[in-house]
């Protein structure tokens, strides 16, 4: 098992993805194709059923994080697709070829999965704040649960090596990157997951003020 604190389960796939179980369950982020079944048999130990799953979230378009979403949807077809408005086309093939690294414009075989909620900078969505920090790619966002005092990052930043910006080879803008850190930086939390890397169950939101602080 791998549940961080109650009701957050971490599945360790190719980018990480994690599971909400409050009123509804949902899903963030659903890794790359061959690793959706990691996320399969991992539903089991959280006494779930695919089935179960009601919202799946994409914190961005990159494909280690949208790309198992073929998988999770037709195991789970009446889950809601949820993405920031700026990714969203990206995801459901609206726009064929996303323009940034690491794919630059090549066309990839992935048919796109429809998004059904565009989500937008401050709002509320099934109970968390979006945090819109465009920079790694243009709709990259991190959800903030208030409750639990926990920030899903998603690609906003990283653990991996230490607390930092993403790798600037991923990032389509660095600097409006680092911008999306000191935003994050004014949030209250004290929990931290995201995309790659360890999470940080106590002390996360000083760690990334001061990680603002120097870039
Ligand atoms: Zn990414
Ligand atoms: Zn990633």
Redesign the pocket.
């Known amino acids: 098992m791998a549940e961080l604190m109650k009701g957050v389960h971490r599945i360790t796939a190719n980018?990480n993805s994690y599971l909400l179980l409050d009123d509804k369950v949902l899903l963030f982020d659903t890794t790359i194709e061959p690793s959706a079944k990691d996320i399969l048999a991992y539903l089991p130990k959280a006494r779930l059923q695919p089935c179960d799953i009601q919202v799946i979230v994409l914190t961005?378009t990159?494909p280690?994080?949208t790309n198992g979403l073929h998988t999770m949807k037709a195991q789970a077809p009446r889950a809601r697709v949820a993405a920031h408005e700026a990714d969203a086309d990206f995801v459901s093939k609206a726009q064929p070829n996303y323009p940034g690294p690491p794919v630059n414009g090549k066309p990839s075989p992935w048919q796109g999965v429809p998004v059904d909620d565009r989500l937008r900078d401050g709002q509320v969505y099934e109970g968390l704040r979006v945090i819109h920090c465009p920079g790694?790619?243009p709709g990259?966002i991190a959800l903030l649960d208030e409750d639990r005092g926990l920030l899903i990052a998603?690609?906003t930043l990283r653990t991996e090596g230490g607390v930092g910006p993403?790798w600037d080879q991923?990032n389509i803008d660095p600097k409006q990157h680092r911008e999306g850190i000191r935003k994050l930086a004014r949030f209250a939390f004290d929990a931290l997951v995201c995309?790659h890397g360890e999470p940080i169950l106590q002390g996360a939101g000083e760690q990334v003020r001061q990680l603002a602080r120097t870039l």
Do not use: E, K, L, Q
């Open positions: 980018a961005h990159h280690d994080h790694h790619t990259t998603g690609d993403m991923y995309g």
